[in-house]
């Protein structure tokens, strides 16, 4: 495995190897993920690089484009699609915008807990979102997690729906998101993720929003005061190949990286369930003021963002959000 950081983006796509003397042909597989390689999408992507080397005997040389450094999720999305990027592990910010379907996930106060997100994106739900994607140059072999998001913000504690009037927030590119947070009476602004950081310094944005494994990991205590911790929203990953890259594998090839997919997945969920135990601790110690919503709380925050869901049951089918939330 080889990690590229933005300053050296020159990746070749082939390489030799000698393995017990005798010369093999490696396919390089660039990776590009939007956080650091001790992050959740780090792990998972080094979990799928270990098991596809392994199971292939090396065939493919994996170089990691961490933080960004094949550009935002969307740019590096385009990439696979047109084959310059062979694989990424992308939040569902910008999925909407190739497959539709994929943003009913994104509807806050859809999922009662991690366990019911896990279950119906294994479930076949998840599968037949998972399968559309073949249908627009991108090939997409498991859901991944980043958790429930959460609120950071400079300019105010938040316990109700009035604290967040007008706050400028951060959301990511996705309608459904914003539509909610435009309901509640803030200012969002949709944002790539590369462009946050400095945002935030500036002062352009007041406050944005993502899941502890996203805010422990990116160290956004260093440029937020406040967190509340309101899970407004679950916040699914997922991972893709290019599908001309796919295409061109042989079966055993597309079973090694089958296998991969799903055990970076499982690292990637432990990854989570460990921040969502020591996340909060940890921000507390680096000095962030932490609140959490108590359950009348959230209450009051979903009977507020209620007037979105009319927009949702046009977007989405109605039944499908209700055989989600019905889910077991
Ligand atoms: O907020 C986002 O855009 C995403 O959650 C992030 C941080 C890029 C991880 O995919």
């Avoid at 407004?232 to 890259?245: D, G, R, W």
Wanted: hydrophobic content about 40%; aromatic content about 8%; glycine content about 10%.
């Amino acid at each position: 495995m080889s990690i590229y950081f933005p300053s050296r983006l020159l990746a070749g796509s082939a390489a030799l190897i000698l393995v017990a003397g005798s010369v093999l042909a490696q396919t390089g597989v660039k990776i590009g993920y939007a956080l650091a390689p001790n992050s959740h999408y780090g792990v998972a992507a080094e979990k799928w690089d270990e098991v596809v080397t392994a199971e292939t005997d090396g065939k493919f040389d994996f170089k990691h484009f961490p933080s960004s450094g094949l550009g935002g999720e969307r740019e590096v999305i385009e990439g696979l699609q047109i084959g310059t990027v062979e694989a990424t592990i992308v939040s569902s910010g910008t999925l909407a915008n190739f497959v539709p379907e994929t943003g009913v996930f994104d509807i806050p106060f859809l999922f009662r807990d991690l366990d019911h997100a896990r279950g119906v994106l294994d479930g076949p739900i998840g599968a037949e979102i998972l399968a559309k994607f073949d249908n627009v140059g991108l090939h997409a072999l498991a859901w991944g997690e980043q958790g429930f998001r959460h609120i950071t913000n400079n300019r105010n504690p938040i316990s109700t729906p009035e604290d967040v009037k007008g706050l400028k927030i951060r959301t990511m590119e996705n309608p459904v998101h914003l539509k909610a947070f435009n309901t509640l009476g803030a200012a969002p602004t949709p944002m790539a993720w590369p462009e946050v950081i400095s945002s935030l310094q500036q002062g352009v944005i007041d406050g944005q929003e993502n899941p502890l494994s996203v805010i422990v990991s990116v160290k956004l205590d260093e440029v937020q005061k406040y967190l509340t911790l309101s899970g407004h929203v679950y916040s699914p990953a997922m991972l893709l190949v290019s599908k001309p890259f796919w295409d061109g594998l042989s079966d055993a090839d597309k079973a090694a990286f089958e296998k991969g997919a799903t055990e970076a997945v499982v690292a990637m969920r432990g990854f989570v369930d460990d921040v969502e135990t020591d996340g909060v601790a940890t921000l507390k110690e680096r000095g962030m003021e932490v609140g959490e919503l108590s359950t009348e709380e959230k209450a009051a925050f979903q009977q507020a963002v209620q007037g979105a869901y009319e927009s949702y049951y046009d977007m989405y089918d109605k039944d499908l959000i209700e055989r989600i939330i019905a889910a077991e």
